[in-house]
């Protein structure tokens, strides 16, 4: 008899194990659709797993792109990114937060593809009340479209720290004790799209994009972004094992920067840039 079988504690566990199981799914499950909508090529933006992956592709008709319903006024934002594989020149990834409006503040992840074989090109900028050009850029020490690989923005009262798998790349300080514009302002919101930028990302248009290789596809999971004020990230700076990695990413991986773009910038470079020994 089916009854015997359930006695009211086992009954009670089957319920609790099922309140568990809901609570977990509101937890985990659902992220993408909780926390960001498509605003561009929605045929080629596609929630998957209840909302655990969103992919973005590319085609000869549209990109696409997504937007989170929060803004922020300081973060940490953590995702996991896998990028566009193969032949993916003239492709680019954006990952940033912004405002809106004439004097935006920005903070800007792009990743430009490459052809197949040759890496990719992590492009880094701060806007600040609209005034930008403070472009660095890397080459990444792994191939970023064979897995997913964790890119944060830290951005607090101190500082904004871009991160690549929890190792700080670059900092920019908040140095407004020295006039220099700091985003504390504007609340942000985050942005991510793929679309077609081969008359600019390889190298001013040398490689265009192999459309018999569409659509392109870049993959997101495990966003978090945390915004509590009392949590440990708002007062946090890069300490001395990471200005050491800084150090490594800038001695091996860094390709541009335009601290030291002596052609670019012939009158001096941006005050900030000779401020960065300053802890
Ligand atoms: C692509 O590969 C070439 C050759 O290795 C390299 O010079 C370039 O920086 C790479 N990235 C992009 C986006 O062009």
């Known amino acids: 008899m089916v009854s015997a079988y359930f006695s009211s504690s086992n009954v009670s566990a089957l319920l609790v194990f099922l309140f568990m199981m809901s609570t977990s799914m509101v937890a985990f499950g659902g992220k993408f659709y909780d926390d960001f909508y498509i605003t561009w090529g929605p045929e080629n933006a596609k929630m998957l797993d209840y909302g655990q992956l969103l992919t973005l592709s590319l085609n000869s008709v549209s990109g696409s792109a997504f937007e989170s319903y929060n803004q922020y006024l300081y973060v940490k934002i953590d995702m996991q990114i896998k990028l566009v594989a193969g032949n993916s020149a003239g492709t680019v990834t954006t990952f940033y937060l912004s405002s809106t409006g004439n004097h935006h503040d920005e903070i800007d992840f792009e990743f430009l593809g490459n052809v197949t074989g040759q890496p990719y090109i992590l492009h880094t900028?701060?806007?600040?009340?609209?005034q930008g050009n403070k472009e660095q850029q890397?080459?990444?020490?792994?191939?970023?479209?064979?897995?997913?690989?964790t890119y944060s923005i830290l951005w607090n009262p101190l500082n904004i720290v871009f991160l690549v798998d929890g190792i700080p790349i670059r900092q920019f300080k908040n140095l407004e004790s020295f006039g220099i514009p700091f985003p504390k302002y504007q609340p942000m919101r985050l942005y991510s799209s793929l679309w077609n930028a081969d008359n600019w990302a390889t190298r001013g248009g040398l490689e265009k994009i192999d459309w018999t290789q569409a659509p392109f596809t870049a993959s997101y999971r495990n966003f978090n972004a945390n915004s509590d004020s009392h949590g440990a990230w708002y007062w946090k700076k890069v300490d001395y094992s990471?200005?050491?990695?800084i150090q490594w990413v800038q001695n091996n991986y860094m390709i541009y920067n335009y601290c030291t773009d002596s052609k670019r910038f012939p009158p001096g470079f941006a005050p900030e840039c000779y401020l960065t020994n300053l802890s």
Do not use: E, I, M, R
């Open 125 to 130: 900028n701060v806007f600040c009340q609209g």
């Open 138 to 149: 890397f080459y990444l020490w792994f191939d970023p479209t064979a897995d997913f690989h």
């Open 242 to 245: 990471g200005k050491g990695q």
